[in-house]
């Protein structure tokens, strides 16, 4: 399973890593809690819990679900602490 850092954001939003060409993990500011980050691309918007490792509302094809959540898993202490610096 391959990763590369990302970047390209929008305002608003932190791109943490692209995977598969289309899909970004990204950390939006002025989001709400609990702890979570979006999987978007391919028309995807999933919210995936910083905090339990799953998905929290949205549906995408479970392959692409496994891979995002291992990347999660992976880097949860650096997103929850990003988290963190956005929502003090």
């Given at each position: 399973?391959s990763?590369?850092?990302?970047?390209?954001?929008?305002p608003?939003?932190?791109?943490?890593?692209?995977f598969?060409?289309?899909?970004?993990i990204?950390?939006r500011?002025?989001?709400?809690?609990?702890?979570?980050?979006?999987?978007?691309?391919?028309?995807l918007?999933?919210?995936l819990?910083?905090?339990?490792?799953?998905?929290?509302?949205?549906?995408?094809?479970?392959?692409?679900?496994?891979?995002a959540l291992?990347?999660?898993?992976?880097?949860?202490a650096?997103?929850?602490?990003d988290?963190?610096r956005?929502?003090?």
């Amino acid at each position: 399973m391959s990763y590369r850092h990302s970047g390209d954001s929008l305002p608003g939003m932190s791109t943490k890593y692209r995977f598969r060409d289309t899909y970004r993990i990204q950390l939006r500011e002025k989001d709400h809690p609990p702890p979570h980050v979006h999987l978007t691309g391919g028309g995807l918007d999933v919210m995936l819990s910083l905090e339990t490792i799953e998905v929290m509302v949205g549906k995408a094809p479970p392959l692409i679900i496994k891979e995002a959540l291992e990347w999660v898993r992976a880097h949860q202490a650096q997103l929850l602490e990003d988290w963190k610096r956005c929502y003090p």
